[in-house]
């Protein structure tokens, strides 16, 4: 249980540390991120209060996903209407989070009072964002076990469509999303049928890693889209191991879309490895706190007593 609770928090960690980065427009490149927190005094010395620290919508759309998979549905159609309603519920509070645009124009396009089609939105040919990546882990935290593996799909693609209902959820443009991931696989030398750890290059310093995800990116900034936010974060897990200062480096203190990466890379690290490689200060006074502990504590639950 306390690896769930880490997990919904580390990922808010995450995100409160690497939104910082977006919102402050010099705040570009991740070598002058990662020297102004040494300036300041390194991690150890942070404290994530809401004020100084706010979270972005990231953390609020997970906890929103979070708390209808901890509701008591009798199916799965059940859930996705609890989604909706949650998501229309807290969709005023984004354009203060500067949210992905994405998210904002999914949520509107939801439709909480009609019963058949409350989920069902529009596909959009041109859609982009990363927001259907960075409120999804809690999904997976939901259906662990491996006989729940379908339903952890199914309720991840409806889930993600639902406000990026755009190409590389469908099976034709599905060879994108397949191509990109096979391409980093193979950089990395990752094979499923091999037991060897990831290569990474010898010169891997903030200045080639910020290349490096923008080669990943398909606009050109790191962590934009749903296929290269997850492939950094998982990047930066690999490379860091349980060094929780390093996966900071690498998935919160980078020029691209660090507050996505960093939701998805901190609540990785804490299904991982718990809290007790994390300074204090980081999640002590972290905004919705308690919120995040009692749905990872509920998620724990229900996942293990689920019959």
Not at 37 to 57: F, M, N, T
Not at 88 to 116: F, H, M, S, W
Not at 150 to 171: A, D, F, K, W
Request: hydrophobic content about 35%; aromatic content about 10%; proline content about 4%.
């Amino acid at each position: 249980m306390e690896k769930f609770k880490a997990a919904m928090l580390l990922g808010s960690v995450g995100d409160a540390l690497g939104y910082r980065n977006v919102c402050k427009e010099n705040s570009t490149v991740g070598v002058k991120i990662q020297e102004e927190l040494q300036r300041s005094g390194g991690l150890d010395h942070l404290v994530l209060s809401p004020a100084e620290w706010p979270v972005s919508d990231n953390t609020i759309m997970h906890i929103a996903t979070a708390e209808a998979l901890t509701t008591d549905y009798w199916c799965l159609d059940d859930l996705y209407r609890e989604m909706v309603r949650c998501y229309v519920e807290i969709v005023e509070k984004l354009p203060e989070r500067r949210p992905d645009p994405a998210t904002i124009e999914g949520c509107a396009q939801l439709k909480p009072n009609n019963y058949l089609l409350a989920w069902h939105t529009p596909f959009n040919e041109k859609g982009s964002g990363f927001g259907a990546a960075t409120k999804a882990m809690c999904i997976g935290l939901r259906y662990w076990k491996p006989e729940r593996l379908e339903t952890l799909i199914e309720v991840s693609v409806e889930c993600g469509r639902m406000t990026h209902n755009h190409p590389t959820e469908y099976q034709e443009h599905w060879f994108y999303f397949e191509a990109k991931w096979q391409f980093y696989l193979e950089e990395r030398k990752i094979s499923k049928d091999s037991e060897s750890k990831a290569i990474f290059p010898d010169n891997y310093d903030a200045e080639e890693r910020e290349k490096t995800y923008r080669k990943w990116s398909s606009e050109g900034r790191g962590g934009r889209r749903g296929h290269d936010a997850p492939m950094i974060a998982y990047d930066a897990l690999l490379a860091a191991g349980n060094s929780w200062t390093e996966l900071c480096h690498r998935a919160m203190f980078h020029g691209g879309e660090s507050a996505a990466t960093g939701t998805i890379a901190g609540c990785l690290f804490g299904l991982l490895y718990g809290l007790d490689l994390v300074p204090k200060g980081l999640y002590q006074d972290l905004e919705d706190k308690e919120k995040l502990e009692d749905l990872g504590a509920a998620l724990y639950r229900l996942s293990t007593e689920e019959k």
